[in-house]
């Protein structure tokens, strides 16, 4: 398999997911303005949206989506908890999950993250307080959740927990305030400790510094 991917994007979610499965991927940074990737490729022409996570598999099919890729990788390695069977009542709550941070945290959180060019400054300023406006409570339903448990669907760790942990990186990043939701921080802190994740957390930080050279 191969990954295309940009550090600390979106794509951040299936590098974890992949550790976790223990399935190995090359990984192919690309360049999100220009739309080029490391190995000469346009990613355009792979994925007609230009955009990462793009995962290309050994039969050279494609695929795209967060949701996707990470139930895709989850049923590889079904000895393992990251995807429920798709028989069973909680593989419809992991969807669940899945929708809530794609819909509800990842698109507001995106909307701190980047403004279209030639936006409405005004406009952007509008968009940006609306986001703050949204995220407490949704953040805060996610941290009730947590209440008492490890990861968002129990004592073990699935794709939407990759998810959301890369969600809680862009929120850092953003600068929100995380606060006043401690299960947040500790949910955070858990994560990156894992021994699958912190090696992918080390990388991602050293791809994008060297993209900043």
Known sequence: MKLYASPFACSFTVRVALAEAGLDAEIVWVDLQTKQAADGVDLRTLNAKGQVPTLVLDDRAVLTEIGA????????VPARPLVPPPAAFERYRLQEWLSFIAGEI????GVL??????????????TRRLAHHLLPARLGHIARALDGRSFLMGEYFTVADAYL?????????????????PALGAYFARLAARPAIAPVLAEERAARLAAQR
């Open 69 to 76: 890729i990470l139930q895709y990788l989850g049923d590889r």
């Open 106 to 109: 990842h698109k507001t959180l």
């Open 113 to 126: 993250l980047i403004t279209a060019p030639g936006f409405d400054p005004a406009g952007a300023e509008v």
């Open 165 to 181: 942990f890369n969600m809680l990186i862009w929120a850092r990043y953003v600068e929100l305030d995380l606060a006043p939701w």
